[in-house]
């Protein structure tokens, strides 16, 4: 089935954090009443055989054309998720997965899909945007993004396919500073491009990031973005995606980051102020979403989620 697209300028709530952002609120909580009615759909048959677990998946245009997902916690709610602070274990290997649910790119992609205020930006088009370590700003920018460091592996595998690894595609990821801002974006970051960068997958289909743990800003929970591209070369634009989801992070390491890491004293009230079950994108389910942390504020984290596409 092929995978609903969202249209140039598809927004997630403003931030607050004095920066000009766009809104867009009714334009997500659209697509969550979207997702809840395929979840009612689904709820109506869920007797036979295991279908009530596709909806812990958040649902999405082609979710559940496999079973349970992979590498990540049983959460539900807003705290107290499972696991003890700072670490979750690891993925491992399984013959079942779901589809990812499709989310909003939201207002700050820097795919081609929209504007910053000066004209369209598009952080695919720069050179160098292909890389694993995104935390500094390429081209003519040299901005870095301080934080607590994340090394981020996502794993792509087809749903058709008993989960088979999927190699040459591309993984465009993109998430805020600690502090809550997005670069080619928020007003006094609008000149830097970091935490925005492209890989392809390789032959486990894997790829690996190395990051800075998200920031929390207002009206949101803690979350990275992303977008499948079938290859690196088809990477260049939002016209040639094929998937767009978003990924969670545990509550328990969110509040141990923001409660002890420098910097990250205004994503722990902000934090304070939100939960799954309130976030407009993830309280309709976030399990398939939810990425598995290991680690400390101290040496840094690893994350891990398994993404599975109808390929």
Known sequence: MQPHRHTPGSHEPAHHDGHDHDGGLAHDLAVLQQRRRALGLLAGIAGIGGLSLIGCGGGGSD??????????????????????????????????????????????????SNSNGSGVTNALALSGILRSDIRSSIG??????????????????????????????AIYLWHCDREGRYSLY?????????????????????????????????????????????????????ANKIKTSQIAFPT????????????????????????FSTDNVFSDGYTTQLATLSGDVTNGYTATLTVGISA
Not at 69 to 92: A, D, E, L, Q, Y
Not at 195 to 206: A, M, N, P
Not at 252 to 273: I, K, P, W
Request: one cysteine or more; proline letters at 4%; charged letters at 10%.
């Open 140 to 169: 003519t920018a040299s901005g870095t993004a301080g934080g607590v460091p994340l090394t981020l592996t996502i794993d792509l595998v087809n749903t058709n396919s008993s989960c088979a690894d999927l190699s040459g595609y």
């Open 252 to 275: 328990d390491v969110c509040t141990t980051v923001y409660s002890t890491a420098s910097g990250y004293s205004s994503s722990l009230t902000n934090f304070n102020r939100i939960s």
């Open 186 to 238: 928020s007003s006094s970051i609008v000149n830097e491009n970091y935490l925005r960068g492209v890989q392809s997958t390789g032959s486990d289909g894997t790829v690996t990031f190395t990051t800075i743990f998200p920031g929390c800003y207002d009206g949101r929970m803690p979350h990275m973005h992303f977008e499948v591209y079938p290859s690196a070369s088809a990477a260049t634009s939002y």
């Open 63 to 112: 979710a559940g054309t496999s079973t349970v997902s992979t590498g990540s916690t049983g959460s539900t709610g807003s705290t107290g998720s499972t696991g003890s602070t700072g670490s979750t274990g690891s993925t491992g290997t399984t013959s079942s997965c779901s589809v990812i649910p499709e989310e909003t790119a939201g207002p700050y992609p820097g795919d081609g």
